[in-house]
């Protein structure tokens, strides 16, 4: 069982930046795979970013490839999502979750622990 906490959201303009954070509890973070989501109103949950238990291969939604980078800290547990440029089209709740197959999935089946979420704002 893990749990995980996000934080970093908030309300920022067009082209500006911000950074999540997604604190895992539990001892086995670093065998786990982790992702990045988002649900936007209205609209289904969609990928964003994935990064393997080893940190050694990332995945990246083309929405988002070359302004956000994912990455982890496993002495920490935790988990960053470096959102880079904003659009109004980023604004959503934006997810971690963690997988326990072995692969970063990109697909919302193929995780088994999400956070609760926070809530990131792009005004134009």
């Known amino acids: 069982q893990v749990q995980l906490v996000e934080s970093g959201g908030g309300l920022v303009q067009a082209g500006g930046s911000l950074r999540l954070s997604c604190a895992a509890s539990?001892?086995?973070?670093?065998?786990?795979?982790m992702g990045w989501f988002r649900q936007a109103p209205g609209k289904e949950r969609e990928f964003v970013a994935a990064?393997?238990?080893?940190?050694?291969?990332?995945y990246y939604a083309d929405a988002v490839k070359g302004r956000f980078t994912i990455s982890r800290n496993n002495a920490r547990n935790t988990l960053y999502l470096q959102m880079n440029s904003l659009e109004p089209e980023d604004t959503a709740v934006y997810y971690c979750?963690?997988?326990?197959?072995?692969?970063?999935?990109?697909?919302?089946?193929?995780?088994?622990?999400w956070g609760q979420g926070t809530q990131v704002t792009v005004s134009s």
């Open positions: 979750a963690a997988s326990t197959r072995g692969s970063a999935a990109t697909v919302v089946s193929g995780y088994d622990y």
């Open positions: 990064i393997s238990w080893i940190g050694g291969s990332t």
């Open positions: 539990g001892r086995t973070f670093s065998r786990y795979s």
